[in-house]
């Protein structure tokens, strides 16, 4: 039934169609908790906010449009998602899911903040295979409950999304069925949303059953996705300030971990050559934002470490410092970190209000042509918007960031 290059973007897509995990609450408490979630409840002061999501997808070929608007809306949905008030941290997962017999059933990738890498690693993944109808849509639901490093705290927001356009096969043996696995995220606090590609009648009433059992919502869109696409003025001024953003990293640390900068990286390099500027103007809304700090930084990166006070400039090895700081003196190295943080704080800035002039632009434009109403981007939002309150994550905007 298809065969589309699979794309990270994908994941984002995840993203934004999580849901809200519901508080296990004795019964004295349900109705005091019912009337909190209508006022946007928060959690108690001081406790962090996360949001985890994976994205259960159908890679085969018949997914090939929606696959492709996913790539360049990743970045778009990770910024929705961290425009929460709470700035929580967000990590993404994924399920690329086949069926029996093609060149595998399932593919996981865990749970990370680290969305260039994941993104990067994806880009030459290959779909193949389907053609037949259902799919293994019953052992895809199962390793993402099961086979992910899910959160055990009842306070983080965790969904996961299924996408596709075929049915699970019911009559594999030695296959976990369905509502048996939907029971096992409910107690673990895992709402399950479906998104239906397509209007086949035959996956509908099933999508829409997994919706219900997952204590989540069902979506239809068209294979395309219905994803609001709007090229604006500020994409390549934005693509450009998030290059010189890039310069503003250094990094430290033994030769483990100069192996995993380098693999970020070649990550980011990447990314700069293969997304389109309009993507790229996206990922730089979302490195700018609270939530994207750990994606843009990585791990040991030495600009953020010493001036947060996590790290003392003293404490640190002169081996385990880049090359070109190994001979200064300390006040002359201290000179250098405090000249790009102060670099840095400049061009997010920047980034943050030419970001803002682009949403205005985008709202504009699609507000002329009759909203959005229908569009992927905001039956997402809306779900996020409504399905987070539940563990203390609210929104303020009244539309997605596209």
Not at 37 to 59: K, M, R
Not at 208 to 235: H, K, M, R
Not at 290 to 307: I, M, Y
């Amino acid at each position: 039934m298809k065969n589309p290059d699979f794309n990270p973007g994908i994941i984002a897509l995840v993203l934004i169609i999580a849901t809200a995990t519901g508080i296990a609450l004795s019964p004295m408490m349900k109705q005091a908790q019912a009337i909190q979630n209508t006022q946007n409840t928060a959690v108690p002061s001081g406790q962090s906010h996360s949001i985890e999501v994976v994205f259960i997808l159908d890679t085969t070929s018949s997914m090939s449009g929606l696959i492709q608007a996913a790539k360049e809306k990743i970045w778009s949905i990770a910024t929705t998602m961290a425009s929460a008030r709470q700035n929580p941290d967000i990590r993404m997962g994924l399920v690329a899911f086949r069926d029996r017999g093609d060149a595998y059933i399932t593919r996981v990738y865990d749970l990370s903040e680290d969305l260039d890498s994941m993104y990067a690693s994806l880009m030459d993944f290959r779909a193949e295979g389907g053609g037949d109808g259902p799919e293994s849509v019953n052992q895809a639901l199962y390793d993402a409950i099961h086979k992910v490093s899910w959160s055990q705290d009842d306070n983080v927001y965790k969904v996961a999304f299924l996408v596709g356009d075929a049915p699970p096969h019911m009559d594999y043996n030695n296959d976990v069925k369905y509502p048996v696995t939907l029971a096992a995220a409910k107690r673990k606090g895992i709402v399950v949303n479906t998104i239906q590609s397509g209007q086949h009648q035959y996956t509908r009433p099933t999508w829409q059953q997994i919706a219900a059992l997952g204590q989540g919502e069902y979506f239809q869109v068209e294979d395309s996705g219905n994803a609001v696409a709007v090229a604006t003025p500020f994409d390549e001024k934005l693509t450009e300030l998030a290059s010189e953003l890039e310069k503003t990293r250094i990094y430290y640390g033994d030769e483990d971990a100069r192996e995993k900068q380098k693999a970020r990286l070649d990550a980011n390099a990447k990314l700069r050559e293969e997304l389109s500027t309009e993507a790229l103007a996206r990922r730089s809304a979302y490195n700018a934002t609270a939530s994207g700090k750990k994606n843009f930084l990585g791990e040991s990166e030495l600009v953020d470490a010493v001036t947060s006070g996590r790290v003392e400039l003293d404490e640190i090895k002169r081996e385990d410092l880049p090359a070109s700081m190994q001979m200064m003196a300390p006040a002359e190295a201290m000179s250098v970190i405090t000249e790009q943080a102060e670099r840095r704080d400049a061009l997010q800035q920047q980034i943050r209000e030419l970001s803002e002039s682009r949403n205005r632009f985008i709202k504009e434009k699609v507000d002329a042509e009759g909203g959005a109403d229908d569009s992927l981007d905001e039956k997402i939002y809306r779900a996020v918007k409504d399905q987070a309150a539940s563990v203390g994550i609210t929104y303020e905007a009244d539309s997605a960031k596209y």
